[in-house]
């Protein structure tokens, strides 16, 4: 499975970005697609995943309500909308796959783009 993220960028904070994780290889693997950034000096930190069967959606508590997941089938992207940007949002967005949902952990990871907001 390869993965590759697009969509970074500088945003002011209140702003919006999307980001996109275009999806190939054995994505009939494939469990979950999940989101993760990392801030220089900080740990990484779980943003979102989204179920590739059925698409139920998880988000962590410090975006909730500001980020949804999505993703279309027929491009197998899938896409993480930020709404109401803060600075503390500023870090290097990976996406990755999941392809097991009896073991914790991923399989796969995206080269990570970078979302930089500005106050």
């Known amino acids: 499975v390869q993965l590759v993220e697009s969509g970074g960028g500088l945003v002011q904070a209140g702003g919006s970005l999307r980001l996109s994780c275009a999806v190939s290889?054995?994505?009939?693997?494939?469990?979950?697609i999940g989101w993760f950034r990392q801030a220089p000096g900080k740990e990484r930190e779980f943003v979102s995943k989204i179920y590739w069967n059925g698409g139920r959606t998880d988000y962590g508590d410090s975006v909730k309500g500001r980020f949804t997941s999505s993703r279309d089938n027929a491009e197998n992207t899938v896409y993480l909308q930020m709404d109401s940007l803060k600075p503390d949002d500023t870090a290097v967005y990976s996406c990755a796959a999941d392809l097991s949902q009896y073991r914790v952990g991923y399989d796969y990871w995206g080269q990570g783009t970078q979302v930089t907001v500005s106050s």
């Open positions: 290889g054995h994505i009939n693997n494939i469990y979950a």
